[in-house]
């Protein structure tokens, strides 16, 4: 069964440092989407993309946060400079359309922790 | 703007209860779909089961049933005969079905933390 890929599962990196996470969405899937889930609470949009265009960044802490999608294909999401607050869960998803009744199909994550 | 209320922060049930997960939401669309993901420790989001705001029977998805109450906002999650492998979090979430061209991210609900006890 297709799914959605995700590297590195777990990053531990010291605030102000750079870090970047990479996700593979499933075959054919035109919409991909960044989460951020902080422990205990349920995941927040981050970023939304249609093939290669933003959909919706309204979520995305531009002075830090940046996301990419050049191909249409995979994405990454970067931080610079990491700070504190930024621990958490980093969910990618991806659906095969944008309107309509489509699931989101999510990546097992990527657990960040910043020191 | 949309909103999931979920108001069981934990609950700890019996294995082979049935067990109800409650949720509500608040939205002016129109067209709207209710989902329901369960997250265990190892943190992927797993998709359960899905209503749609004009769908006139409630889904179900074999053990799992949707409880949906339109007219009091109500989307609750049934979990029949629980087992063991149930306990997880569970995270109820909604999006604009038809949004017209704009972003269709989900908006969750902060979670149940569902225990089953032998």
């Known amino acids: 069964e297709a799914e959605v890929a995700q590297s590195p599962r777990y990053k531990i990196t010291e605030k102000s440092q750079a870090v970047a996470f990479w996700c593979d969405p499933i075959?054919?899937?035109?919409?991909l989407y960044w989460y951020r889930q902080i422990l205990g609470q349920g995941p927040e949009l981050l970023v939304q993309?249609?093939?290669?265009?933003?959909?919706?960044d309204s979520q995305l802490p531009k002075d830090r946060f940046s996301a990419e999608r050049l191909k249409g294909v995979d994405s990454t999401l970067k931080i610079q400079p990491a700070e504190l607050g930024d621990s958490a869960m980093y969910l990618c998803?991806?659906?095969?359309?944008?309107?309509?009744?489509?699931?989101?199909?999510f990546g097992p994550g990527t657990r960040l922790t910043v020191t | 703007a949309q909103k999931i209320t979920q108001t069981q922060p934990g609950m700890f049930v019996q294995e082979k209860e049935a067990v109800t997960l409650d949720c509500t939401y608040d939205?002016?669309?129109?067209?709207?779909?209710l989902f329901w993901y369960k997250q265990p420790s190892s943190g992927e989001m797993i998709f359960l089961i899905y209503?749609?705001?004009?769908?006139?029977q409630n889904a179900t998805e074999g053990r799992y049933s949707l409880n949906f109450q339109k007219a009091r906002k109500s989307a609750n999650l049934v979990i029949s005969a629980s087992q063991l492998g149930d306990s997880a979090m569970y995270f109820c979430?909604?999006?604009?079905?038809?949004?017209?061209?704009?972003?269709?991210?989900?908006?969750f609900g902060k979670g149940t933390h569902l225990i089953i006890q032998p």
């Open positions: 998803a991806s659906s095969l359309a944008r309107q309509g009744v489509h699931e989101q199909y």
């Open positions: 075959s054919g899937h035109a919409t």
């Open positions: 993309f249609q093939d290669e265009s933003v959909v919706d």
């Open positions: 939205t002016s669309d129109p067209s709207y779909g």
């Open positions: 209503q749609g705001s004009y769908d006139q």
């Open positions: 979430a909604m999006r604009d079905i038809y949004s017209g061209g704009g972003a269709d991210g989900l908006t």
